[in-house]
Nanobody, 125 residues
Framework: EVQLQASGGGLAQTGGSLRLSCAAS????????IGWFRQVPGKRREGVSC???????TYYVDSVKGRFTISINTKNTVTLQMNDLKPEDAAVYSC???????????????????WGQGTLVTVSS
């Protein structure tokens, strides 16, 4: 059974940092990419960043470029380092795994086969 476990959420001040982790079990991620998404109540889920496990290729949505860094810790663990947090970054963050058919990762949630539970990020102003 494939499981993704997201962790690391919490409370940070504006300008502060948090580090999220996504650990996968039950699947070898070599042929997948991992994406981080966030959602606030009443809004659509938004893709934040993704990384291709095979070659480490990354993609970031414009609003987090230069502040967030996605990286592969092990072949089954991906982290999202979030720096210079802003109140608008507050959301429930979740990670997903999508089979890689091309050469890069995407942030279309319908491409993802597996999802972890969310972890709450709160940013105080």
């Amino acid at each position: 059974e494939v499981q993704l476990q997201a962790s690391g959420g919490g409370l940070a001040q504006t300008g502060g940092s948090l580090r999220l982790s996504c650990a996968a079990s039950g699947v070898a991620l070599d042929d997948y990419y991992i994406g981080w998404f966030r959602q606030v109540p009443g809004k659509r889920r938004e893709g934040v960043s993704c990384v291709t496990i095979r070659d480490g290729g990354t993609y970031y949505v414009d609003s987090v470029k230069g502040r967030f860094t996605i990286s592969i810790n092990t072949k089954n663990t991906v982290t999202l380092q979030m720096n210079d947090l802003k109140p608008e970054d507050a959301a429930v963050y979740s990670c997903g795994a999508a089979k890689l058919y091309g050469t890069r990762c995407y942030l279309y949630d319908y491409e993802y086969q597996y999802w972890g539970q969310g972890t709450l990020v709160t940013v105080s102003s």
